[in-house]
């Protein structure tokens, strides 16, 4: 699914040169790391593009290393319907709690702010640049706040937007990738539809026939697409026609979409929030990107194109320009 944006024309490298030039960016490595601990932050909604962008900037000599903040992902299993990265989306970039762990529970803020905070300082140890890719902002708040409490839900609609800790532990470049949200509504709608086309009924058809079926959703039953399909096929036997099979398989992932839909939404309040409170979050707008990869017939430039100009390179500046600081 990620993978739209990949550049599969010869004159690209044309392309990006000039485009480097315009933006007065380096096609090479940006200055060394010194030894301050900087770290850079892609943060955004689900389908926004933020694993791509990561991408990007890992292989345009930023020599860098990926930490992964999605709170799934770090669940070994269901790589399909998690939506983790593949190896060949991954171009070589090590990434780190990827898949990594297994268990009844799902990993906790602390236990990512411990882990991840030993594997950024093995990163920086390596004179490597870490970039924390990942949905999950109650994982970014608190490996980054100086100020983290685990009893607290900062993000809670009743606590106010004060409690929230401006005060880092590491020298921050943070990169927002916003997208409009009908635009992205509707991106997230289709990408549901190509991921059940792409495998994940047939990853979740056999994840129930291994494991079964449960009361309780831990661990990475959580996941989207987990419980609603776990629906489906619980009642499937009881289906005696075609016609209800379709139905019972389209509510379900009529209510995948809604459930991704409001998990986009909860991700932006949060990141307000931080906004709201302080965080200096720098904003690349891939909406046009998102917008001319579904509908390439009404685009007049080819959605890599509009990627690498309105995301990739902004961001691209954005880094550099903190690496000097």
């Known amino acids: 699914m990620r993978s739209f944006f990949h550049i599969h024309c010869k004159n690209f490298k044309f392309l990006r040169n000039n485009l480097c030039r315009s933006y007065n960016i380096a096609t090479t490595t940006v200055a060394p790391l010194t030894t301050t601990k900087k770290i850079v932050v892609i943060m955004g909604a689900t389908g926004c ?14 020599n860098s290393e990926i930490i992964n903040s999605d709170k799934i992902q770090v669940s070994k299993g269901l790589d399909i319907t998690t939506n983790k990265i593949s190896i060949n989306e991954q171009s070589g970039v090590v990434h780190h709690l990827l898949g990594e762990f297994s268990g009844p529970e799902l990993f906790s803020p602390s236990d990512f702010r411990h882990t991840a905070d030993n594997r950024i300082t093995d990163i920086i140890n390596r004179r490597k640049l870490p970039l924390i890719v990942g949905g999950s902002n109650s994982f970014i708040y608190a490996l980054l706040s100086n100020q983290f409490n685990p009893g607290v839900d900062v993000f809670g609609e009743i ?5 929230i800790s401006k005060e880092l532990r590491y020298h921050c470049c943070f990169i927002l990738v916003d997208v409009l949200t009908p635009v992205l509504n509707r991106y ?3 990408r549901v539809d190509e991921m059940m086309n792409s495998g994940m009924y047939e990853e979740l058809e056999e994840f129930f026939a291994k494991n079964g079926f449960s009361d309780r959703n831990t661990g990475i039953r959580k996941a ?3 419980p ?3 629906g489906y096929f619980r009642n499937l036997k009881n289906c005696t026609t075609v016609q209800e099979k379709c139905r019972l398989y389209e509510e379900a992932v009529r209510e995948i979409k809604e459930n991704t839909k409001e998990l986009a939404e909860k991700q932006v309040r949060k990141i307000q929030r931080l906004r709201e409170s302080g965080w200096d979050l ?9 917008r001319a990869k579904m509908s390439p017939e009404n685009s007049k430039i080819p959605a890599t194109e509009i990627w690498e100009r309105q995301v990739v390179l902004p961001s691209m500046k954005i880094v550099k320009q903190f690496l000097l600081e």
């Open 282 to 290: 720098q904003k690349v707008d891939a909406t046009e990107a998102l």
């Open 159 to 163: 606590n106010p937007v004060q409690c």
């Open 49 to 62: 593009g933020k694993s791509k962008l990561s991408i990007d900037l890992a292989t345009r000599g930023f």
């Open 224 to 226: 989207i697409g987990v």
């Open 188 to 190: 997230l709608f289709q």
């Open 228 to 230: 609603e399909m776990e």
